[in-house]
């Protein structure tokens, strides 16, 4: 199982991308998929994740509240890649982002373990 976070860089506060996340490797529609961001100096931290349908979006009690409002996650099934939308970017966005899957199909919990993960990519933002 293999997965490939692009599409970071560098941004002007208020700018935006769009990260991807190429997976390979495993049926991709029947996983979850997660995003994750770590800041220098700091603890990775869950963004938010969507099931393996694209039904259902998740998000992280513990992210401000304003990430909600500003990135969006969804799949496309037929490329197996999921994507993260960041709109609005702020300096605080700054991070290395990082998309992983669970071992289980068809599962998400709030606090499930990810078994396979991303390389990562810089997003830095600038004010």
Not at 105 to 126: A, C, D, F, I, L
């Amino acid at each position: 199982v293999q997965l490939q976070a692009s599409g970071g860089g560098l941004v002007q506060a208020g700018g935006s991308l769009r990260l991807s996340c190429a997976t390979t490797g495993f049926i991709f529609d029947d996983y979850a998929i997660g995003w994750f961001r770590q800041a220098p100096g700091k603890e990775r931290e869950f963004v938010m994740a969507i099931n393996w349908s694209g039904e259902r979006t998740y998000y992280s009690d513990s992210v401000s509240d304003s990430v909600k409002d500003r990135f969006a996650i969804s799949r496309d099934n037929a490329k197996n890649t999921v994507y993260l939308q960041m709109n609005s970017l702020k300096p605080e966005d700054t991070a290395v982002y990082y998309c992983a899957a669970p071992s289980l199909k068809y599962y998400y919990t709030p606090n499930m373990r990810y078994e396979y993960w991303g390389q990562g990519t810089q997003v830095t933002v600038s004010s």
